[in-house]
């Protein structure tokens, strides 16, 4: 219902891989037709490559680049499987130890390349080319 380029930045949260289970991932190409002449679109998302219930980032690029995007960012935020997180769910991990936790997660992802047997959290940003 929103005019083409109506909005700087639109958000795609958690949603491109259920479009994917869903058969019918193509439609994000109307998020790149919402963004201004500046605009980004930024999408949070999970990643594990070769698998077939998750979008390959190399399709993600390259469709989002056919329309008009150009990748800006890209950033592994979380590890799947992470045994610790049910610990710090369920109060069993103190919280003056989640600053030390959230460091050193972020500095193991920076480390980390892609997952091979698991999959990350990632935040793409595209920017309007």
Do not use: C, Q
């Not at 991932?25 to 980004?40: F, M, N, Q, V």
């Not at 490559?49 to 979380?78: C, T």
């Amino acid at each position: 219902p929103f005019p083409k380029g109506a909005f700087d930045t639109v958000l795609l949260i958690n949603v491109v891989r259920s479009l994917h289970l869903l058969g019918i991932k193509d439609i994000i190409g109307g998020a790149a037709d919402l963004l201004d002449t500046e605009g980004r679109l930024v999408v949070l998302d999970n990643v594990r490559p070769e698998h077939p219930d998750y979008v390959e980032e190399g399709w993600l690029v390259e469709f989002l680049r056919e329309h008009g995007l150009s990748l800006e960012l890209r950033r592994a935020i979380r590890a799947s499987r992470w045994p610790l997180i049910y610990a710090i769910r369920y109060g069993l991990v103190p919280r003056i130890l989640l600053p030390w936790l959230i460091r050193w997660e972020l500095h193991r992802m920076s480390k980390a390349g892609r997952p091979r047997f698991g999959y990350h959290n990632v935040v793409f940003v595209f920017r309007r080319s």
